[in-house]
């Protein structure tokens, strides 16, 4: 990870120095253009790395002001490069992307990510996924959020949502499904994803029965958990 972002820093320095940064590794970073910085993890998924795991990647997001203008997830081992830029549209080496166009949840297959050890809300994310269990074709726990939304702008996965995420793990895949034709919110409803890590990324077709499904689960979570003594 170190090493990653020590090069990606360098590089992107070289290229815009002016630009400020966001760093997984290295924190906050303003330049003399305090409008503008690069929001950058360097290693996405980095316990599927360190397991030998073939699934990570890098990504990188610029963001003007305060809205992400342009963003890349790499995915080394299959070469795969995605990225977008705002009002130009999402590309994968090349070839133009577009979100899934399936219209019911029951033949959709989402993406998730699952909080580990001591980290998140376990009995609150349980709920949400039984939902979506008890819904959907299926669910797909990747263990790189970035590259779950490259999948979901690519129409590979249908939906995507995790709670409790960095801006650097979802700045570029946020702007990728946008360009592609999806939507990208927080799941209460909310249009702050990287203030708040709250994420539900999906097509114009599931994003209100999906959204729905999970605001429910979340509220008869909360009904519970306050008559919990």
């Known amino acids: 990870d170190l090493q ?4 990606l820093k360098a590089e992107l320095q070289h290229a815009r120095p002016a630009y400020g940064f966001l760093l997984e ?6 330049g003399s253009d305090p409008t503008t910085r690069w929001i950058i993890d360097p290693l996405d998924g980095t316990t599927n790395f ?10 990188i997001a610029l963001e003007r002001g305060d809205e992400i203008v342009a963003g890349l997830v790499y995915e080394p081992l299959r070469d795969e490069l995605f990225y977008a830029e705002k009002g130009v549209g999402a590309f994968m080496n090349d070839r133009r992307l577009r979100v899934s166009a399936r219209s019911t949840l029951a033949d959709s297959v989402i993406a998730t990510g699952i909080p580990f ?27 790189a959020a970035a590259l779950d939304l ?7 996965v249908d939906g995507f949502f995790e709670l409790g995420l960095s801006p650097w793990d979802i700045a570029a895949g946020m702007i990728l499904v946008r360009e592609a034709g999806g939507f990208v919110t927080e799941i209460e409803g909310g249009n702050d994803p990287l203030g708040s890590g709250s994420v539900l990324a999906t097509n114009d077709r599931l994003q209100g029965p999906l959204g729905r499904l999970l605001r429910d689960a979340d509220r008869a979570q909360k009904v519970v958990a306050a008559a919990t003594p």
Do not use: N
């Open 4 to 7: 990653a972002e020590r090069i």
């Open 150 to 156: 490259a999948y979901v702008a690519a129409g590979r």
């Open 25 to 30: 590794e290295g924190g906050s970073e303003i």
């Open 50 to 59: 360190l397991h030998g795991i073939p699934h990570f990647c890098i990504s």
């Open 117 to 143: 050890r001591s980290r998140g809300d376990h009995p609150r994310y349980l709920k949400m996924l039984e939902s979506v269990m008890g819904t959907t074709a299926g669910v797909r726990r990747f263990g």
